[in-house]
């Protein structure tokens, strides 16, 4: 059983950084490609970037490119999301979640199914 905990939330500034930290235990991160979700109130969850079991590759949604880099150090069961010029509108809860791949593959996707772990959320809260 793979357990997740996210950490980093708080509250932060427009403009401003936070970097997100999804720590993973009971299992080792090598066979799983990671999923960073967010969801702010009122609205649907979101994805906002995944990043392959290897590490090579990462896929951002639009509305993150360029701003929000993931990260992995598979030595540590850990994957980062550093978020800079942080906005408004990125105040939510945001999740890890992993899905099963090959260890090594360069493959993930950003997508809320085939998810076989979750953690519980950290909440980024972005306002002056």
């Known amino acids: 059983q793979l357990q997740l905990v996210e950490s980093g939330g708080g509250l932060v500034q427009p403009g401003g950084s936070l970097r997100l930290s999804c720590a993973a235990s009971?299992?080792?991160?090598?066979?799983?490609?990671i999923v960073w979700f967010r969801q702010a109130p009122g609205k649907e969850r979101e994805g906002v970037s995944c990043i392959s079991s290897s590490g090579e590759s990462t896929i951002y949604a639009d509305s993150v490119k360029g701003r929000f880099t993931i990260s992995r150090d598979n030595a540590k069961n850990t994957v980062y999301l550093q978020m800079h010029s942080l906005k408004p509108e990125d105040t939510a809860v945001y999740y890890c979640?992993?899905?099963?791949?090959?260890?090594?593959?360069?493959?993930?996707?950003?997508?809320?199914?085939?998810?076989?772990?979750w953690g519980k959320g950290t909440l980024v809260t972005v306002s002056s």
């Open positions: 979640a992993a899905e099963i791949v090959l260890r090594g593959s360069n493959w993930c996707k950003i997508r809320d199914y085939g998810m076989a772990y």
């Open positions: 009971g299992l080792t991160l090598d066979y799983y490609a």
